[in-house]
């Protein structure tokens, strides 16, 4: 086995991978950008270096630079994780020149694989079904036109080269083709460099049902049944589980015999992924294969038993796959969520900044895989994954509850992450029947429902006030309370205090109820009223009793926000300031941002479709922004003139610069 390995990789697959190289007794070396210098990967590695600037392309995705660490350190193989170079054949093939195990498939299978063509042939060779579609070799507009139409619609438009759901589109009619087809192209090529695409039949409500391969150098493969990510956003998957509710063990045992055969077709070795889409018939085609350990690989791993990145190095360093087909089976049930800083009511744009607080759930059958700590940057430069989250009960019911609590007991301060939108999926019933597929979420309307969010919790504003309350020094301001700018005001009637929450205001009242002011009497506006006590526990915990009753939060304050988490659900509270200041900071300040439509996030124009003076109608699309490797349309939002656009298609946009100026 090998001695010192290299990890090409950052966050929390890095920590994941070298906490299997601790218990196997091999060192692990970390890599790290400008960006990642005191980053949690770093500090969980026997050794660390530095290779260059924050963004990938100059750090982590720099193949010499990474081979030149590994030699000086005398690393014996690289795990690549997923993402950066880990599906890279050009860095497998260097690897190999190099004298480095490259901890993962021959550069061969890698590169035939990668092909989403290329792939899709190879399964057809092998009696597998696939998508219906075209495959052709011409990308020349009008031939993909005419296939198109032969295909019928609706249909996707897909990169060759694709992964993490960019360059692909919906077209539902002939009429958008060429528009979707050339967003694809220019999303494929920034991505992937490579903007070969092929077509697909739109698959209406799947299931996405993938299978774990695992294969030694010696021909022995097998496969570690199955995962559902059904529930996905921008086809990204977001949960995951294993079993799937909907396989039976006829229907396993086939789609495992085909991955099993495609792969083995392909010539690979170590880990790796097919992935089929499920129709309502429940016949399956193959989408695509990964070939690289997966984000998702934890649900496999607690319901078969077997540790994937210890499988990964055994067969690595040249060990024959001690596992028969016959040993692997699913215990229980398994399910994973993603949890990243990203903000699902505003289209899942990424949130970047500092994690002040991170409480990850804990309990039996609770995993968290997660690449910070309280502290630590999500930035701009990479994944916004915050952590996984893994559960694993005796059976699907049990899991979904044990989801349900881990949820409620997970804290996170800084960023705007989805835990709200997780929580919403553990408790949607359909989600308890398993009756999922691609468009869950929005079928569930678990994505508008959450913007019209009711009135915040009694708990949430009562901890709101007794927190300000206990953060004040009570006896000199009560002196003379109108010389603070505290959030609350004291009157005949008690200490008064404003919050307000998506545009509404809430009141509440606490008045002392004993001399020693350890209980209150709360009024929330002019409706609930109770005793309440409350105890400051180890930061950010926030206990209230109510008699026997207790209720634990979580509160922290941040830029004058009130943040308040409460079974899982963050309420960002203001505080409503004296009516003069109120005024002089709104004023005139909403009108401005309706006529300015800005840049969500920094990224480069690559679409300008207005131009000054043209009347638009609402929605209608004007600029499109690609960043973070993904484009974003600027619309319109009511009908109206475009007075001014203040940039060209190319030009670099910093996040919050106005780009169009609407009247
Ligand atoms: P990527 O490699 O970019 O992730 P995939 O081919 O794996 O792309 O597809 C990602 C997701 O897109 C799938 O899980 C599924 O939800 C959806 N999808 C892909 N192909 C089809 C199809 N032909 N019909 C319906 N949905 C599809």
């Known amino acids: 086995m090998f001695k010192k390995i290299l990890i090409a990789n950052r966050g929390?697959?890095?920590?994941?991978?070298?906490?299997?190289c601790r218990e196997m007794g091999i060192r692990t070396v970390a890599i790290y950008s400008e960006a990642d210098r005191y980053a949690r990967h770093?500090?969980?590695?026997?050794?660390?270096?530095?290779?260059?600037?924050?963004?990938?392309?100059?750090?982590?995705?720099?193949?010499e630079t990474i081979l030149d660490v590994a030699h000086k350190c005398g690393a014996e193989a690289i795990h690549p994780g997923y993402g950066f170079l880990s599906e890279n054949a050009a860095f497998v093939d260097a690897c190999e020149q190099a004298g480095i195990v490259f901890i993962g498939p021959p550069a061969e299978a890698m590169r035939l694989m990668g092909s989403k063509i290329a792939a899709k042939h190879l399964t057809q060779t092998v009696g597998a079904p696939t998508v219906p579609g075209y495959t052709g070799e011409s990308q020349d507009d009008e031939v993909l036109l005419k296939e198109a139409e032969r295909i019928g619609f609706p249909l996707l438009v897909k990169a060759s080269a694709g992964g993490g759901g960019k360059g692909m589109r919906e077209v539902h009619q002939p009429a958008?083709?060429?528009?979707?087809?050339?967003?694809a192209r220019r999303e494929a090529k920034a991505s992937f460099g490579d903007d070969t695409v092929f077509l697909e039949k739109l698959i209406i409500r799947p299931r996405h049902v993938?299978?774990?391969?695992?294969?030694?150098?010696?021909?022995?493969?097998?496969h570690l049944c199955e995962r559902e990510c059904s529930i996905q956003r921008r086809h990204q998957k977001i949960v995951e589980e294993s079993p799937s509710p909907i396989l039976t063990p006829a229907l396993r045992a086939e789609m495992g015999a085909a991955a099993v055969r495609i792969a083995q077709a392909a010539g690979y070795v170590n880990a790796g992924t097919m992935e089929f889409i499920l129709d309502s018939d429940r016949q399956f085609y193959f989408l695509e294969m990964n070939t690289r350990l997966q984000v998702e690989h934890p649900v496999t791993e607690l319901v078969t038993g077997f540790d994937l990145v210890r499988q990964q190095l055994l067969i690595a360093a040249g060990e024959k796959l001690?596992?028969?087909?016959?040993?692997?089976?699913?215990?229980?049930?398994?399910?994973?969520?993603?949890?990243?800083?990203?903000?699902?009511?505003?289209?899942?744009l990424p949130s970047t900044g500092t994690v002040n607080t991170f409480v990850a759930p804990e309990g039996p059958g609770v995993r968290v895989d997660s690449g910070i700590e309280s502290n630590?940057?999500?930035?701009?430069?990479?994944?916004?994954?915050?952590?996984?989250l893994i559960v694993y009960?005796?059976?699907?019911?049990?899991?979904?509850?044990?989801?349900?609590?881990?949820?409620?007991?997970?804290?996170?301060?800084?960023?705007?992450?989805?835990?709200?939108?997780?929580?919403?999926i553990a408790t949607n019933a359909a989600f308890h029947e398993g009756l999922t597929h691609t468009g869950f979420l929005d079928e569930q309307h678990l994505l508008t429902a959450r913007a019209q969010q009711a009135a915040p919790p009694d708990a949430v504003l009562i901890a709101a006030a007794c927190y300000d309350l206990s953060s004040q020094q009570i006896p000199s301001v009560a002196h003379n309370p109108w010389q603070s700018l505290g959030p609350w005001r004291m009157t005949g009637e008690g200490y008064k205090c404003s919050y307000t929450y998506q545009e509404q205001t809430y009141r509440v009242t606490l008045r002392p109820q004993n001399s020693l002011q350890d209980t209150w009497a709360y009024m929330i506006d002019a409706g609930a009223v109770g005793d309440v006590a409350y105890k400051r526990g180890n930061q950010p915990f926030f206990l209230l009793t109510f008699g026997p009753?207790?209720?634990?939060?979580?509160?922290?304050?941040?830029?004058?926000?009130?943040?308040?988490?409460?079974?899982?659900?963050?309420?960002?509270?203001?505080?409503?300031?004296?009516?003069?200041?109120?005024?002089?900071?709104?004023?005139?300040?909403?009108?401005?941002?309706?006529?300015?439509?800005?840049?969500?996030?920094?990224?480069?124009?690559?679409?300008?479709?207005?131009?000054?003076?043209?009347?638009?109608?609402?929605q209608q699309v004007l600029v499109i922004l690609s960043a973070m490797k993904m484009e974003h349309a600027i619309t319109a939002p009511y009908d109206g003139r475009v007075r001014h656009v203040h940039y060209q298609e190319g030009a670099v946009v910093k996040g919050g610069a106005v780009i169009v100026e609407m009247e």
């Open 376 to 388: 630590d940057e999500i930035s701009q430069y990479y994944d916004p994954m915050i952590a996984k």
């Open 176 to 183: 958008h083709f060429l528009e979707q087809l050339a967003g």
């Open 42 to 63: 770093v500090r969980e590695a026997d050794e660390a270096y530095a290779i260059g600037p924050a963004p990938a392309a100059q750090s982590y995705l720099r193949i």
């Open 210 to 222: 993938e299978i774990q391969v695992l294969g030694d150098r010696y021909g022995n493969m097998i």
């Open 549 to 618: 009753l207790q209720v634990q939060l979580s509160v922290q304050q941040m830029q004058g926000h009130l943040h308040v988490n409460f079974n899982g659900e963050t309420y960002i509270l203001g505080r409503r300031q004296p009516p003069d200041i109120d005024s002089a900071a709104h004023g005139g300040s909403t009108a401005n941002a309706q006529k300015a439509l800005t840049a969500p996030m920094t990224g480069t124009i690559v679409k300008v479709q207005t131009h000054d003076g043209e009347r638009v109608e609402a």
């Open 12 to 20: 929390e697959i890095a920590i994941r991978i070298m906490r299997t």
């Open 322 to 348: 001690a596992i028969a087909q016959e040993q692997v089976s699913q215990r229980g049930h398994a399910i994973e969520v993603r949890i990243y800083a990203e903000d699902p009511e505003h289209g899942f």
């Open 393 to 424: 009960g005796e059976d699907r019911q049990a899991a979904v509850a044990r989801l349900q609590r881990s949820l409620e007991q997970c804290v996170i301060f800084g960023v705007t992450t989805n835990i709200a939108l997780l929580h919403a």
